[in-house]
């Protein structure tokens, strides 16, 4: 089965610098990456995924990369905000599988 | 438009007790499926289900059991209890197409003494 690495497994920044988290996957049939983001105590909610047809994807602060043939993704956060402080985790989903494979999570804080 | 639920938030277990999870969408979504979370351990699948009348096991189903009655319940049972099942419980659903977003319900944090 699929199997995803991910790093760091803590990221403190200071307000207004960027973070960046590293995934891994092991499958190369896999061909989509979301990424959840997860205050503490809520759900884990989706805030950006990417496709494997393409190589990088942005919103706003966020913006997410993919190389195939390295078999890895990164999520990058800009200037980033209190709010950003959060439990973030990168999945990947094998062709026509329907079950995601998630990484271990990456405790972000944002110090003021 | 209620999301996915989940009842009840906190459950507290005596090692040997037998429960359910109660997990509902009002999403006509397809697929469901269970997930447990521990520190340091990411997001493991418990079960999952294609459609009413599907189930099938994910990573981690061993002293779990589920069912698909319909398409908008998914229980999990825990048929008995041990420690290790101490952990927080999460349902999601989706559209059983290839990259949608899954959907999870707030959580339901299990302690088994």
């Known amino acids: 089965g699929e199997n995803v690495e991910q790093h760091p497994s803590t990221l403190s920044v200071q307000e207004g610098d960027s973070a960046v988290i590293k995934c891994t996957y092991s499958?190369?049939?896999?061909?989509?990456f979301p990424w959840y983001k997860q205050e503490l105590g809520k759900r884990p909610q989706l805030i950006i995924d990417?496709?494997?047809?393409?190589g990088e994807k942005k919103d706003q602060r966020i913006a997410v990369t993919l190389n195939k043939t390295a078999k890895h993704f990164s999520l990058h956060i800009t200037e980033t905000q209190p709010e950003d402080s959060a439990v973030y985790f990168c999945?990947?989903?094998?062709?026509?599988?329907?079950?995601?494979?998630f990484g271990a999570g990456t405790t972000v804080t944002v110090r003021a | 438009n209620a999301g996915v639920t989940q009842t009840p938030k906190f459950q507290v277990l005596k090692t040997g007790q037998s429960m359910t999870l109660q997990c509902a969408q009002d999403?006509?979504?397809?697929?469901m499926s269970w997930y447990r979370q521990d520190p340091g351990m990411g997001l493991r699948l418990i079960h999952y289900?294609?459609?009413?009348?599907?189930?099938d096991q994910g990573e981690v189903p061993n002293g779990y059991n589920v069912s698909r009655s319909t398409t908008e319940d998914f229980p999990l049972r825990l048929l008995s209890a041990a420690p290790s099942q101490t952990s927080v419980y999460f349902c999601?659903?989706?559209?059983?197409?290839?990259?949608?977003?899954?959907?999870f319900g707030p959580g339901t944090r299990l302690t088994v003494t």
């Open positions: 999601a659903s989706s559209y059983l197409r290839s990259g949608n977003e899954q959907y």
């Open positions: 499958d190369s049939a896999s061909n989509y």
């Open positions: 990417i496709r494997s047809n393409v």
């Open positions: 999945a990947a989903e094998p062709s026509n599988d329907y079950k995601l494979s």
């Open positions: 999403m006509n979504h397809e697929y």
């Open positions: 289900s294609v459609g009413a009348g599907i189930t």
